[in-house]
C-alpha cells in the first residue's frame, strides 16, 4: 500500500463528527433548545412522577448512513463529503425531533393542554398558548420571564409575520396589554408555585 | 518435603515475556498477592500473609500443604549478594527457620518448612553459603529457595489456557501494562480486558472449575496491569485495580452462584492486598502529609485534585475499619494526623462528595461527631444547589457520578477530545440519600428551609435490569430513573422513605462482605445510591 497518515485522518475524523452534531443541532432547532445529558449504561428511561407514576420509555434509536463508491473517492471534493454529511445529519435530526414531537403531543394530548380548534399560529393564539403554560422567572425576578420557543413551519410563521405586519398600532397596543395581563397572572402563578413547595408535618 | 514448580505446559513467548517484565519490576509486595494465589492453586492452604505489616516474625506468607505440613515463606525482592545475604537477608531468614509460626491452626511444636523466595537471582557464593548452613545448623529444618524463574514458571502455569485469545486482546495487555504508572489508569480499558479474561457475561462457560482458574489467571493479570501503578507507589490507582477485579469476581460468584471452595482465597488474597494498599497510602500520608508529592511548578492546580484522588481511598479504608471494628479507623481522629486531611476533599463532581458521604457514617458514631457528620451533609446538599439547582447559571453544573477525577480536570482545563455539551442543571444522583440521612440525623427544620429549591431537583439513579450487574462496570440492560419529589411533602413521609430500606437491590455477596463497600463505591461511585448508603447506614448504626 501507499503510507497512508493515520493520525491525520483521525483528526479529520474528529473534525466530521464536530460538524455533524452541530448540523444535527441545527436541523433539531426543538431538540437543541433541550438541555442534552449523556446516558452511560441501560436501555431505557423511566421517570417517578409526584403522584408515583412510573412510566418508563425504551430508548430510541437515531442513524442514517451514506455510501460512497471507490470511483467517487478518487474525484470527490471536500465539499461533496461534506454535502453527504449533512445529509445524514439532517436524516438524523429528523427522526430525533419527529420522535420528540411524538412524545410532546402524546404528553399534550395526555394532559388536554391543546388549543381547541387548532387555529392558525397568530397573536391570540400565542395569547392562549401562553394561559396554557407555566412560565418560570429567572431569580423569581418579574422582569426576567424565561420566555417559551415558538418552533413552527416556515408557512405558519410567515402568516404569523403577516400577522404582525399587518396589526395596527392600537391593535399591537391590546396585545401588549394582554400579555402583560398574562404574565402578571403567570408571575403570581410562580409565587404560588414557590410557595406551595414545602416542608410540612 | 522440597516442592517444585512444574514447568508450564503451553508456553506462550508472548506472554512469559509480559509476566516476565512484570515480575522483573516488582518488588515483593507487587508479587505477594499472586503468590499467595498461586500457592493457594497448588493445593496450599493459606494461613497468613503479612507483607507489608510491621509485623514480620521473619514468615511473610504461612500455609500449610496437604500433608499437614506447615510452609514458612520469607519474600523478597531483587538479586540476592553475599553482601546483602549477610546484612539483610540472613538475619531474617534465622528467625524464618529458629522461630516458631504464630498461628492458632497452626501446632507450635510441628517443624515447619521454610522457603526463602526471591524474583530476582540468588547469586552462587549465596547458594553455596546455603549449602554450608543447610549441612550445618540448619540441617533439620534447611532453607529451600524459589528464584526469579520459578515464579515465572508458577504464574504462567496461572495462565495456561487462559491466555488472550487474539493479537488484538495481546495488545490491549500490552498497552495497559507499559503504561505511565503515576496517574489515572483506564478503567473501562481495564474492565474490559478483565472481564475477557474471566469470561464474565459467557453463560455457557459453566464449568466452576474452569471458573476457579479464571479467577487466578485474572489475579494474574490485575496484578500486572496494576504493575506500573505499585511500582510507582500510586497506591490509589493500585487499589482501583484490585477493587474493580474483585467486583468482577463477586458479580461471577453471584451470577453463576459460585460455591466458597472456588473463590473464597482469592478474594481473601486480593481482598488483603487492597487492603493493604490503602494502608501504605495512609501511612505514606500521616508520615509525611500530603505536600511532600508535589514536587513541580506543575502540581500547582492540580494539587486539591490529587489530595483528593489519595483521602477518597483513605476514607474508604477508614470506613471500612469501622464496619469491622477494626479500632484503626481511630487514626481519623488523632489530632496529630488530623490537620495532615485539611483541604483534601476538592468538589469536582458528584462523586467528590463520596469521602465526605464515607466520614460522616464515621462521624455520626463519635461523641460529639453528631455536629460535624450533620454539617457535611448540609454542606453537600448546599453545593449540589449552587451548582445544579435552579438558581445555577453554570455551564456544566456538577459532573454525575459516571465521570472521574481525570475527566473533572480535562473539562475544567478545556482538554477534552470533544466539546462536552451535557448540562446537569437539576439533576443530582447523590441528593436522594443525602436527604435521608439528614431526616434519619432527624434535621426537619434545615430540610425544611431548603425543601422549596429541592423540590425543584430530579433524583436519578441507574436500576440495572438484573441485581447482579450491579458489581459491573457498565451494563446494556436496565433503566435510567428519575424520580420527582413532590412539591409539598410531609416530614412523616420523608421519615417513611427514609426507613423504608429493605436492601435487595443489593448483591448478596457484596451484603456479605460489607467491609469491602466502600472500596467499591470509590471505584464505581455511579453504584452509590439510596438503598447501598442506607445499607451502610444501618449497619454502622450498631
Not at chain 1, 61 to 88: C, G, H, N, W, Y
Not at chain 2, 368 to 376: F, P
Not at chain 2, 401 to 409: H, S, V
Amino acid at each position: 500500500m501507499i503510507t497512508d497518515f493515520p493520525e491525520a485522518k483521525k483528526e479529520i475524523r474528529k473534525a466530521l463528527d464536530s460538524i455533524m452534531r452541530a448540523q444535527v443541532k441545527q436541523n433539531a432547532p426543538m431538540l437543541s433548545l433541550i438541555g442534552s445529558k449523556t446516558l452511560h449504561e441501560g436501555d431505557s428511561m423511566g421517570v417517578i412522577y409526584e403522584d408515583g407514576r412510573h412510566v418508563v420509555d425504551p430508548l430510541q434509536r437515531a442513524e442514517s448512513q451514506f455510501s460512497v463508491s471507490r470511483e467517487e473517492i478518487v474525484t470527490m471534493k471536500p465539499e461533496d463529503l461534506m454535502a453527504k454529511v449533512s445529509t445524514a445529519a439532517k436524516d438524523i435530526a429528523g427522526q430525533m425531533e419527529g420522535y420528540l414531537f411524538q412524545t410532546i403531543d402524546k404528553s399534550i394530548e395526555e394532559s388536554g393542554n391543546t388549543i381547541p380548534g387548532n387555529p392558525e399560529l397568530s397573536p391570540e393564539a400565542i395569547l392562549i398558548a401562553l394561559e396554557k403554560i407555566q412560565i418560570d422567572f429567572e431569580d423569581d425576578d418579574r422582569s426576567k420571564p424565561v420566555m417559551p420557543t415558538i418552533v413552527s413551519g416556515p408557512g405558519a410563521f410567515e402568516k404569523l409575520k403577516e400577522h404582525e405586519a399587518k396589526a395596527t398600532k392600537a391593535e399591537k397596543l391590546e396585545f401588549e396589554e394582554k400579555q402583560k395581563a398574562i404574565m402578571d397572572g403567570k408571575f403570581k402563578e410562580h409565587l404560588a408555585n414557590l410557595a406551595s413547595r414545602k416542608l410540612v408535618d | 518435603m522440597e516442592q517444585n514448580i512444574k514447568q508450564p505446559e503451553i508456553k506462550d513467548p508472548f506472554l512469559q515475556r509480559a509476566i516476565e517484565y512484570w515480575l522483573d519490576s516488582a518488588n515483593e509486595l507487587g508479587y505477594q498477592p499472586l503468590f499467595c494465589e498461586w500457592l493457594v492453586n497448588n493445593g496450599y492452604v493459606l494461613k497468613y500473609s503479612i507483607k507489608n505489616t510491621h509485623f514480620e516474625q521473619g514468615k511473610d506468607v504461612v500455609a500449610v500443604f496437604s500433608d499437614d505440613v506447615p510452609y514458612a515463606f520469607q519474600l523478597k525482592g531483587g538479586n540476592i549478594n553475599l553482601k546483602r545475604w549477610r546484612e539483610e537477608v540472613k538475619p531474617e531468614i534465622d528467625i524464618l527457620i529458629g522461630g516458631a509460626i504464630q498461628h492458632p491452626e497452626i501446632d507450635k511444636a510441628k517443624p515447619h518448612v521454610s522457603y526463602l523466595v526471591t524474583n530476582g537471582e540468588i547469586e552462587d557464593n549465596v547458594r553455596v553459603e546455603i549449602m554450608a548452613l543447610n549441612e550445618g545448623v540448619w540441617r533439620r529444618t534447611p532453607l529451600h529457595y524459589w528464584t526469579r524463574g520459578d515464579l515465572l514458571n508458577g504464574f504462567q502455569q496461572m495462565a495456561e489456557g487462559i491466555m488472550p485469545k487474539d493479537a488484538k486482546t495481546y495488545k490491549k495487555l500490552i498497552d495497559l501494562i507499559f503504561t505511565d504508572g503515576t496517574g489515572f489508569p483506564d478503567y473501562s480499558k481495564i474492565y474490559d480486558f478483565l472481564s475477557e479474561i474471566l469470561n464474565v457475561e459467557s453463560d455457557s462457560h459453566t464449568n466452576k472449575e474452569q471458573r476457579r482458574r479464571d479467577i487466578a489467571a485474572a489475579a494474574l493479570y490485575a496484578a500486572m496491569i496494576a504493575g506500573p501503578y505499585r511500582v510507582a507507589g500510586n497506591h490509589a490507582s493500585t487499589v482501583r485495580i484490585m477493587t474493580m477485579l474483585l467486583s468482577m469476581i463477586f458479580y461471577i460468584v453471584d451470577k453463576y452462584k459460585l460455591e466458597d471452595k472456588y473463590w473464597l482465597k482469592s478474594y481473601e488474597i486480593i481482598w488483603g492486598d487492597v487492603y493493604n494498599t490503602a494502608k501504605l497510602l495512609e501511612h505514606e500520608v500521616n508520615t509525611d502529609g500530603f505536600d511532600k508529592s508535589f514536587t513541580t511548578p506543575l502540581d500547582t492546580d492540580l494539587i486539591p485534585f490529587r489530595k483528593h484522588s489519595a483521602s477518597s481511598i483513605i476514607y474508604a479504608l477508614k470506613l471500612s475499619q469501622f464496619i469491622v471494628n477494626d479500632d484503626d479507623w481511630k487514626s481519623l481522629l488523632d489530632p496529630s494526623i488530623v490537620p495532615k486531611y485539611k483541604h483534601s476533599v476538592a468538589i469536582w463532581g458528584e462523586a467528590s462528595f463520596l469521602p465526605l458521604m464515607m466520614l460522616t457514617l464515621i462521624l455520626r458514631r463519635v461523641t460529639g461527631g453528631e455536629g460535624s457528620a450533620i454539617n457535611q451533609m448540609k454542606t453537600i446538599i448546599s453545593q449540589m444547589l449552587t451548582m445544579n439547582g435552579r438558581r445555577s447559571k453554570h455551564k456544566v453544573g456538577l459532573v454525575p457520578p459516571y465521570y472521574d477525577l481525570d475527566f473533572a480536570i480535562k473539562l475544567s482545563y478545556g482538554m477534552l477530545d470533544v466539546e462536552f455539551e451535557d448540562n446537569y442543571k437539576y439533576h443530582s444522583y447523590y441528593l436522594k440519600p443525602v436527604i435521608e440521612t439528614l431526616v434519619r440525623l432527624n434535621q426537619q427544620d434545615f430540610l425544611a428551609e431548603q425543601w422549596q429549591e429541592l423540590s425543584f431537583m430530579r433524583f436519578d439513579e441507574f436500576v440495572p435490569a438484573d441485581l447482579n450487574d450491579f458489581l459491573l462496570w457498565r451494563t446494556e440492560k436496565g433503566e435510567n430513573r428519575t424520580t420527582l419529589p413532590k412539591k409539598e411533602k410531609s416530614w412523616s413521609e420523608l421519615i417513611q422513605e427514609a426507613e423504608s430500606f429493605k436492601g435487595d437491590t443489593l448483591p448478596p455477596t457484596l451484603k456479605r462482605f460489607p467491609e469491602f463497600i466502600p472500596f467499591f463505591l470509590t471505584a464505581f461511585p455511579f453504584r452509590l445510591n439510596s438503598d447501598i448508603y442506607s445499607f451502610l447506614y444501618k449497619i454502622t448504626d450498631k
